[in-house]
């Protein structure tokens, strides 16, 4: 593992499995706005229960609600990249939960490819 590289900021989005933009799920323009403009790399983890606003608990082990489970999509880069992305954001409406953390990058080196 390699030492330190940086540090960058940490966008996660807080969502709805069931949220929809333009019948797709959000999630899923998220990352690909995300792969278009360039940023590092997103990443979709599904939560197994949570709840938000609503205050209404959602849990895979209850059937009834289990079609809408927490999601958080997760993309980090540099300051100005994230912020710079946050207007598409706005574009996709919605009321998910939004927050930025700094955070410091270790890049891990995997083998290196032999000839």
């Not at 999630?27 to 995300?34: G, K, L, N, S």
């Not at 999601?71 to 996709?92: G, H, N, S």
């Amino acid at each position: 593992m390699t030492g330190p590289t940086g540090t960058a900021l940490r966008l996660t989005i807080f969502l709805g499995e069931s949220d929809l933009w333009h019948h797709r799920p959000v999630y899923t323009e998220i990352v690909h706005r995300a792969h278009r403009a360039g940023l590092a790399g997103a990443s979709v983890f599904h939560g197994v229960e949570g709840f938000g606003a609503s205050s209404m608990i959602h849990t895979q082990r209850l059937l009834s609600l289990s079609e809408d489970l927490p999601v958080a999509v997760v993309i980090v880069d540099t300051e100005e990249r994230i912020r710079d992305f946050l207007p598409q954001l706005d574009e996709l409406g919605g009321g998910g939960l939004v927050t930025l953390d700094r955070c410091e990058i270790i890049r891990h080196k995997g083998p290196e490819a032999t000839g």
